[in-house]
């Protein structure tokens, strides 16, 4: 049970380069979120989606974009990259009954040049 | 505005010296407040869920408690294996799934 998968681990971008975050889960989960942890601050809300062709804006969403074609997968697109960007990306499902506890993938570190 | 404030920033234990750490939180309602740990490296890996005051969890070393205004993540007799920082979130119940988290503490358990 691979949980939730993140690819690549890391990359390294120039600024005004476009590139997208994999993330794929096995759970079978509704939900799905991708979240951004810069030093000093907490782990921040980007996009989010509570079931395929749905998606919505988190709390710093400018810069991002998402899809949710299917239940497993949820790519975060990068459009046009900056500096600002930089940070440690994660996915994290759940289930929308229950205790709606997330699952965490491994993250993927960006840096922009 | 929602916040979530974890206290201390960092910890450093002997092993076997117990402490606990804490997550105060001042936000418009609240529907769960969750513990996780995270490895260096790794993604938040989930510890535990409280849903009212007076509620407490426990699992293995480690014991979560809810207040009205703040919870507390209890460690008796931590191991070094129990270093990692641990996050606190929040769960509003203005909408599914919105978690404020803190920033962490970081906890070093020394042999």
Known sequence: NAGVTQTPKFQVLKTGQSMTLQCAQDMN????SWYRQDPGMGLRLIHYSVG????DQGE???????SRSTTEDF????????????SVYFCASSGISGANVLTFGAGSRLTVL | EDQVTQSPEALRLQEGESSSLNCSYTVSGLRGL?????????GPEFLFTLYSAGEEKEKERLKATL??????????????????TYLCAVQLNTGFQKLVFGTGTRLLVSP
Do not use: C
């Not at chain 1, 395929?52 to 998606?55: E, S």
């Not at chain 1, 790519?75 to 930089?86: I, V």
């Open chain 1, 52 to 55: 395929a062709g749905i998606t």
């Open chain 2, 67 to 84: 207040t009205k205004k703040e919870s507390f993540l209890h460690i008796t007799a931590p191991k070094p294996e129990d270093s990692a």
């Open chain 1, 60 to 66: 710093v969403p400018n810069g991002y974009n998402v």
């Open chain 1, 29 to 32: 989960h509704e939900y799905m």
């Open chain 2, 34 to 42: 969750f513990w996780y740990r995270q490895d260096p490296g790794k």
């Open chain 1, 75 to 86: 790519p975060l697109r990068l459009l046009s990259a900056a500096p600002s960007q930089t």
